[in-house]
């Protein structure tokens, strides 16, 4: 069992050495190793050294008061509405083996649970046969459409087609899921590109939204990620997944403070109920064992 970033920074002060400097160099190293980057752990911790022996603070209490106010900035978060009688599409965007289709259809289980009547499910990851046939299965599973083409068929065309569906009922949420090869990054971008563009031309006003999923125990890995796909089409928000066997999970700061992102979705377990919206005072409070 991995010790979590809030037992850590507690066993820091067990030892009862919040007056001594080793104390916020150790603080500082918990950061970092908790996932927030060394730049931003560093300049944070200097911060609150200073702050601290100003002021005479050596409670443990209100040092992780004080460090969690100096967090909270960076910790952002994007609330989701899918817009009555529109067409809203959601793409989900990241590399293989991040969750990208089980997130998918957490979204799905998660909106029809609101209420929501209209939503397709969109099988364009269309190079992996596992992709749609998990996304299929899902679908079957939640009483949820699916919109699938043949393999290796254009992905962008099955977005248009669930995108046409969607309207045709009046509106509703077409949830896409994408391919992820990074590592044929030049076809990827290009792909991305398309579907891209048609998800914007399909999409009502203000209805299109690109949610990267990112594996929370990938670490500063996963702030690389952000940035490709940012840079390549665009991010409007994260999906974090495996946040429950993270032991770690400040990436979602170092997303926010280097790239100014917010976090939509946290998913946190196997089953379709386990994802919830970011709460940045909830994660934070787990983050510090508060």
């Not at 002060?13 to 150790?26: H, L, R, T, V, W």
């Not at 998660?110 to 992996?128: E, H, P, W």
Request: net charge negative.
């Amino acid at each position: 069992m991995k010790t979590s970033f809030a037992e850590k920074i507690k066993n820091l002060f067990s030892k009862g050495a919040a007056e001594n400097q080793a104390f916020f160099d150790d603080l500082a190293d918990a950061l970092i190793e908790g996932d927030i980057g060394a730049k931003v752990a560093m300049e944070l911790i200097d911060t609150l050294e200073s702050d601290c022996r100003k002021e005479k603070i050596y409670g443990q209490e209100e040092i992780l008061s004080r460090l969690k106010a100096a967090l909270l900035p960076f910790a952002k978060s994007l609330d989701l509405k899918v817009q009555d009688a529109k067409t809203n599409i959601w793409m989900l965007l990241g590399v293989n083996g991040a969750g990208k289709t089980t997130s998918a259809a957490k979204i799905a289980a998660a909106q029809k649970k609101l209420g929501l009547q209209n939503i397709v499910l969109s099988a364009s990851d269309t190079f992996r046969a596992a992709a749609v046939d998990q996304l299929s299965e899902h679908g079957k599973r939640l009483g949820i459409r699916v919109v699938a083409h043949q393999m290796g068929s254009d992905p962008a065309a099955v977005v248009f087609d669930a995108a046409d569906s969607v309207s045709a009922k009046g509106g509703g949420l077409v949830i896409a899921d994408t391919a992820g090869r990074l590592h044929n990054k030049e076809n990827l971008v290009r792909e991305l590109e398309k579907i891209d563009r048609v998800c914007s031309q399909k999409a009502s006003e203000g209805c299109y939204k690109k949610l990267l999923v990112l594996d929370a125990t990938t670490g500063q890995n996963a702030l690389r990620q952000a940035e490709v796909f940012n840079e390549s089409v665009g991010v409007d928000a994260i999906v974090l997944t495996k946040y429950d066997s993270s032991a770690k999970g400040g990436v979602a700061v170092s997303i926010g403070k280097e790239l100014a992102l917010p976090v939509a979705f946290v998913c946190f377990g196997e089953g379709y109920e386990d994802i919830e919206p970011f709460d940045p005072e909830k994660y934070l409070n787990e983050f510090l064992g508060l």
